[in-house]
């Protein structure tokens, strides 16, 4: 590593340096201590891995406000260190660093997220301001998320994007519980949109002029997850170099979501609940109990009941959380806002890709609904991105369906004669009634008696399906 005579008169401490932890991974030994020795004297708590697989396991572990990663490393592409970290931590800064400098290789490190981009030899200086500018810039983005969720409407109940009865019945019930303080329980199968029903709640109530802190509860090990919940004190157990605040202190005046509650282990579930009878927190390696004001919101994709009679769920902690149930329906049961959720992504990614699609044809807009999305509305998010980032024309049609949805060997997407193994009933019901109304140019009446059904039942189903 290159190092300038007059690197330690130019030393400039980073603001809150303490509290920033880094992870360095480089497969050079010599090169990742060295760099890594040169932030901690300015203050930043780093950890050093040396392979892929050891960073990826930290991740996985640990949380990090940024982390430093080679590009060629023995074991693995450092392009796939990004990837994962920011799929474990959204707000996570990265930086890459590499000995074969070129354009193409940074142009595909910032599309994976990197924040910048250095080649070896890394000059020391050099190093400390990008990494000062880059955490400044993080911390800079997580307080204008925090004043958007506030103050922009997409985060109200204007952002829950849907047509049909049973999303304007949830609606009604957020604009009921919304302005109360009670707690309340998301259910729902995962990507169905359970964060943006909290973050609803919380815009939507008094404590809007303070932060919403989400924590993914199924992410953390238990360790970490009740330091991230409770806080530390400097010395509370290995590693612990600094006092740090929980997310109960973040929170405090605000609301905190806790996304996957029924993952988390039964003997934090005890501590969990005893904060939120006695509104005390008490940080690890303390004795000294904090008040809080806190609204709690809880998502599951679990079912509680099935987990509180295997003895993996309290019973009381279930019933402190589900003051009020919120169920979120999965796409499949909702056909109806399909339509209204491609055309809100298509234009959202139409912007971020500054991409010039207008629309979507009609028949690929059919195969799109006919779909099952069992990964739900994050299903049909990525398809529609995927669809727009390689459109290849003003609008979108059959031809840029992912194959995963559209297979290319069923070129009018109807699949008539076979159904696949593993279908529902009640996506079957709905794909016969579709393709009854098509066969017979929509005469209900004739399709009622086709099916052998009464026409109030009919138009029931239709409603229901959204077709």
């Not at 919380?202 to 802190?213: I, P, T």
Request: hydrophobic share 40%; glycine share 8%.
């Amino acid at each position: 590593m290159a190092k300038s005579a007059s690197a330690e008169s130019t030393i400039t401490k980073p603001r809150d340096a303490s509290s920033a932890r880094i992870l360095y991974v480089d497969d050079e030994p010599h090169h990742a201590e060295a760099a890594a020795d040169s932030l901690r004297v300015v203050g930043y708590d780093v950890e050093v891995c040396h392979d892929g697989a050891s960073a990826l396991e930290r991740l996985r572990a640990e949380l990090y406000d940024m982390v430093i990663t080679d590009l060629n490393l023995g074991d693995m592409d450092g392009l796939r260190i990004l990837r994962e970290a920011r799929n474990l931590h959204p707000f996570l800064s990265s930086l890459v660093v590499t000995g074969h400098g070129t354009i193409e290789t940074a142009v595909e490190a910032m599309k994976v997220g990197a924040d910048d981009y250095l080649t070896k030899p890394v000059e020391i200086n050099e190093l400390r301001m990008v990494v000062k500018r880059t955490l400044e810039g993080q911390a800079l983005r997580r307080r204008v998320d925090e004043l958007e969720r506030q103050l922009d409407s997409r985060f109200g109940f204007e952002g829950i994007i849907g047509s049909s009865p049973r999303m304007h019945e949830i609606v009604q019930r957020l604009q009921q519980i919304a302005p109360t303080d009670v707690s309340v329980l998301i259910l729902g199968e995962s990507g169905t949109g359970k964060e943006l029903v909290a973050k609803a709640i919380h815009n939507n109530s008094r404590r809007k002029d303070k932060v919403l802190v989400p924590l993914n509860c199924a992410a953390l090990s238990e360790g970490i997850l009740e330091s991230e919940l409770f806080g530390h004190e400097k010395g509370a157990f290995t590693g612990a170099s600094y006092t740090r605040k929980g997310r109960f202190e973040h929170a405090d005046g605000g609301s905190l979501f806790l996304d996957e509650i029924g993952d988390i282990p039964l003997e934090t579930q005890v501590k969990l609940l005893r904060v939120l009878e006695e509104r005390q927190v008490t940080r690890i390696g303390s004795n000294e109990p904090i008040e809080v004001d806190v609204r709690v919101i809880a998502a599951t994709h679990r079912d509680l009941q099935e987990r509180i009679e295997q003895g993996l769920f309290r019973e009381d902690l279930y019933y402190r959380l589900n003051v009020v149930t919120v169920e979120v329906p999965p796409l499949r049961e909702r056909a109806m806002d399909i339509g209204p959720l491609v055309n809100h992504f298509i234009a959202e990614y139409s912007r971020i890709h500054a991409k010039n699609i207008d629309g979507i044809s009609h028949e690929a807009l059919r195969i799109l609904t006919r779909h099952t999305w069992k990964g739900n509305v994050r299903e049909l998010k990525n398809a529609i991105e995927s669809m727009v980032v390689q459109a290849r024309s003003s609008a979108l049609g059959i031809e840029d369906i992912p194959p995963r949805i559209h297979p290319v060997d069923d070129p009018g997407g109807r699949s008539h004669g076979v159904i696949a193994v593993g279908t529902t009933i009640q996506e079957m019901e709905r794909i016969l009634i579709q393709n009854t109304l098509e066969a017979i140019n929509g005469n209900r009446k004739e399709a009622a008696s086709l099916l052998g059904i009464g026409e109030r039942t009919l138009y029931r189903k239709i409603k229901e399906y959204g077709l």
